[in-house]
């Protein structure tokens, strides 16, 4: 059976529901999923934070321009607060760190939302669950949040439906043609004719490029791996009865968040890897552990369950939307790395302005051509 519909999305991770939902405001919309359910790999296995000055300079501004995105989108969508806050603390614990961190508050002085320097006594107040004496320099983002994903991704798939999209999972694309002014979706037995077709695949964009005979923008997915560790009895009477903060090295090589009565663990890993179903490595999960005690000092031994996720990358690190001129109608929407999630607000905004024609929303500071697949 061939249907018909103005835009074909492929991905239904948080970047496939995103712009979808944005662009079923104006347009007819079906979202294919390769899976049987929806978002099963990055958005389900992130470590769902929203931090202000994380990333490169476009994906910063697009994390600023998310912050009141995200509450304007839980009224719009019938959603819980789907932002809540909490403290990041950046430290430096060797030479390599403070060097990372004097680099960080350098490159991001003035910016929105930008770390702040922070007394590193300060930083170890802030956080008990430190070692007296082992941060040499912190700071602070004090706008942090974090992100309750699986109501976000609920939410975008819940708008589209009611704007009268179509969401089809288990249902993934085997071919796409160019086919007069638009594109042939196909995905099992049914055919879906489209005036443009959005790559919203995650670390499998580059596959699905193949397909349309589109070159690839050389997207590379990296492992993150994530472990939930509990925290042992005779260190709890560290833990305060507020909330803690999450802490970031400074040099990405760790962080560690409260998660319920544990913590959730990272050695901040990037294995490039074949885009695939991730599954943790044991040796990931046991350096994160061992970097985290370091500065913990916590007795952290066991693990409770662990988890792999992709972030997908190209060589600028900035995301990919929109489409070459010399393939018309196919949109790339990929590339968010660590930042799908936290900057989706504002990229989906931003990608459907770019697929549709319309002005990037004004308060989101990129312009299509620093996102462009053009510029690779």
């Known amino acids: ?92 614990v060797d030479d390599v760190g403070e060097a990372a961190l004097a680099a960080l508050l350098r490159e991001q002085a003035q910016e929105p939302g930008a770390p702040v320097a922070l007394d590193p006594a300060e930083a170890e107040r802030r956080c008990p669950l430190l070692l007296p004496g082992i941060v040499r320099a912190a700071a602070v983002v004090e706008g942090a949040a974090d992100v309750d994903t699986e109501a976000l991704h609920q939410a975008y798939v819940r708008g589209l439906r009611r704007r009268g999209g179509t969401v089809r999972a288990g249902a993934p694309v085997t071919a796409l043609e160019p086919r007069g002014d638009g594109w042939r979706v196909h995905a099992g037995a049914d055919a879906i004719d489209t005036a443009d077709v959005v790559d919203a695949a995650g670390a499998w964009a580059d596959v699905v490029a193949g397909l349309a005979g589109v070159p690839p923008i050389g997207l590379v997915p990296f492992r993150r791996t994530i472990a939930l560790v509990p925290i042992p009895e005779a260190a709890r009477s560290r833990v305060p009865a507020g909330p803690l903060p999450m802490v970031r090295e400074a040099d990405e090589r760790f962080y560690f968040k409260p998660e319920g009565d544990g913590l959730l663990v990272s050695p901040a890993d990037e294995t490039p890897v074949e885009p695939h179903d991730a599954r943790p490595d044991e040796l990931d999960v046991a350096t994160g552990l061992e970097r985290v005690e370091a500065v913990t000092g916590l007795g952290l031994r066991s693990v409770r369950t662990s988890w792999a996720g992709l972030r997908s990358f190209v060589a600028d690190r900035r995301p990919v939307v929109g489409a070459r001129p010399d393939h018309p109608g196919f949109h790339f929407f990929a590339g968010q790395g660590g930042s799908g999630i936290e900057s989706s607000p504002a990229l989906a905004a931003f990608g459907a302005a770019v697929v549709t024609g319309e002005p990037v929303p004004a308060d989101i500071a990129v312009v299509p051509d620093t996102l462009s697949p053009t510029r690779l």
């Not at 991905?11 to 944005?22: D, F, P, R, T, V």
């Open 1 to 92: 059976m061939t249907d018909s519909a103005d835009v074909v999305v492929i991905g239904g991770g948080i970047a496939g529901a995103s712009i979808a939902y944005e662009l079923s405001a104006t347009r007819s919309v079906v979202l294919f999923e390769a899976e049987t359910a929806l978002a099963r790999h990055s958005t389900a296995r992130s470590a769902a934070t929203y931090i202000p000055g994380h990333g490169t300079r476009a994906v910063r501004a697009l994390i600023v321009a998310s912050g009141p995105r995200f509450a304007r989108l839980a009224e719009e969508l019938d959603a819980p607060p789907l932002l809540t806050p909490r403290v990041v603390l950046h430290i430096a």
